[in-house]
């Protein structure tokens, strides 16, 4: 069997990275941008930094903003009759996951008009035709959208997110700035950033795991884990390291996907409007503990790199408490309580876990499940 690796034709990384936006703009022939990006950043002169460098080489943009937290199929359908009318050639997605992921269904949906019902896109769709040529340029150091062909959309109706999966919505240039996630709050980027290492441990013992992806989560659990204090607190060096870690850890789980800890997250968002990353946070050492006997050496590994001291001298069992202990200390440390209490209701569990059982990302969890043990994860953390 041979393993598939799917990543960005360009990437630029660092701080003033945004200037080489215009010369990929340029140089791939387009002639006016999409401008994807949610209203906050708009507010906030977020989106600016990038619409002012648009402005300083006269590439000519129109700007969409119809975007919430956890985008809708309403986002994206609005999204798309605003593309048809606004004459670009290019989308320009500025934000976080809401953002890229709305403007991957708007290219997709483009390019592939038999898919104007965004429902269909649902999983593994056999798009013919790459999305719209996007640029992605991420806000939060987090969800890695600008490097994967993922993206989630929310289904209001059926109170439900579902994941979509397509190699052909992947950005074809990823910006990563640092400056432009300069602004984030603390909270923000707590719940982004221990997203991302979700994103990395759940990679790296996910069952599509092997050794290239093995290398990118493993070096994006060592970057996050001496990174993301110092990012919440506000320093440079923080932020610069989160900004590279997300993106490093995007490049595996991309590839080989994720586990139970994101379909219940998933799920949680949808049933209560919770943020994406918050949620990852809230279940990750829980999940963790209960996956345990199911991965091998590795949780020595993820100890390791989260910091840990003297993990050689430890017995298996050692080394998996102090890898759960390790992230569960890293989430208090950054604010986060890794509790449901009071946001949970014990009516909803039922219905919880059964769409989380059914979310795309549970077949690739290391330890086989079902409905009754995801119900018994969310009722221990209640």
């Known amino acids: 069997m041979a393993n598939r690796f799917i990543l960005n034709e360009t990437s630029y990384h660092g701080k003033g ?27 906030f002169g977020v989106t600016k930094k990038v619409t002012d460098v648009l402005d300083a080489s006269s590439i000519p943009y129109e ?17 798309v009759a605003a593309y048809k009318a606004s004459g670009a050639d290019c989308i320009i997605a500025i934000g976080g996951g809401s953002s890229m992921d709305t403007a991957k269904a ?81 909270s923000l980027t707590a719940n982004t950033g221990m997203d991302a290492l979700t994103h990395a441990i759940e ?25 993301l204090r110092g990012a919440v607190a506000g320093t440079d060096d923080g932020r610069e390291g989160m900004a590279l870690g997300q993106y490093v850890a995007g490049m595996g789980f991309s590839n080989v996907g994720l586990g139970v ?20 946070a809230t279940l990750l050492p829980c999940v963790m503990a209960y996956n345990a006997p199911c991965t091998g050496e590795k949780y020595r590994e993820i100890a390791r790199a989260m910091g840990v001291k003297g993990v050689d001298d430890m017995t298996q069992e050692e080394y998996r408490a102090a890898a759960v202990e390790a992230v569960r200390q890293l989430a208090e440390d950054v604010g986060i309580v890794t ?24 077949p690739g969890n290391p330890r086989e499940t079902s409905v009754e043990e995801i119900a018994a994860l969310y009722r221990s953390l209640m």
């Open 339 to 362: 509790s449901l209490k009071g946001i949970v209701k014990e009516e909803d569990v039922e219905a919880l876990a059964k769409d989380a059982y059914a979310d795309a990302c549970c």
């Open 261 to 280: 800890d994101h379909s219940m997250a998933h799920t949680l968002s949808a049933y209560y409007d919770m943020p994406h990353g918050k949620a990852c």
């Open 63 to 79: 700007i969409y903003s119809n975007i919430k937290p956890n985008p809708t199929i309403e986002n994206v359908q609005s999204g």
């Open 203 to 227: 990679g790296y013992i996910t069952k599509g795991a092997w050794e290239l992806s093995d290398m990118f989560h493993i070096k994006a659990i060592e970057i996050i884990a001496r990174s």
């Open 17 to 43: 990275a945004i200037e080489n936006i215009p010369a990929e703009v340029k140089a791939r022939g387009l002639n006016k941008a999409f401008v994807c990006t949610d209203p906050d950043l708009l507010k």
């Open 106 to 186: 708007i290219g997709i949906i483009i390019t592939n008009p038999e898919y104007a019902d965004v429902r269909s896109l649902e999983g593994v769709a056999p798009t013919k035709n790459p999305c719209v040529p996007t640029i992605a340029v991420p806000t939060t150091a987090g969800t890695a959208a600008e490097v994967t062909i993922n993206y989630v959309i929310t289904d209001v109706e059926k109170k439900r997110k579902f994941v979509c999966v397509d190699p052909h919505d992947i950005p074809v240039v990823a910006v990563v700035d640092p400056d432009m996630m300069a602004t984030m709050p603390a």
